[in-house]
């Protein structure tokens, strides 16, 4: 069965960092195109980061370019997203998604499998 496991979230100061990881096991993830996306209190889950199979393809929503990175080791089946200089407004539950299409980009119902989630909150 195919599980995605999230962490390192916490609570952090704004202008700070935190690396989240998503170790991915139950299948053989190569083919994958993995996520990550986020839930605030009271509002809708949103995408976040995308990173393609072969990892030539990456994707940003605008409010974490240049401050997010999202990267994979495929040998250890995890993906990454390095989160700098955060501001309060990143507070959520940031979810981990995996999709066998290879490259799954904003659209979260191109996503099949989806870990647990892991809270990050930036205070300010």
């Known amino acids: 069965q195919v599980q995605l496991v999230e962490s390192g979230g916490g609570l952090v100061q704004a202008g700070g960092s935190l690396r989240l990881s998503c170790a991915a096991s139950g299948g053989t993830f190569s083919g994958y195109g993995m996520g990550w996306f986020r839930q605030a209190p009271g509002k809708e889950r949103e995408f976040v980061a995308a990173?393609?199979?072969?990892?030539?393809?990456?994707e940003y929503t605008d409010s974490v370019k240049g401050r997010f990175t999202i990267s994979r080791d495929i040998s250890a089946n995890t993906v990454y997203l390095q989160m700098n200089n955060l501001k309060p407004e990143d507070t959520a539950v940031y979810f981990c998604a995996a999709t066998p299409l290879g490259w799954g980009r904003r659209r979260a119902n191109n996503y099949t499998y989806w870990g647990q989630g892991t809270q990050v909150t930036v205070s300010s």
């Open positions: 990173i393609s199979w072969s990892n030539d393809g990456t």
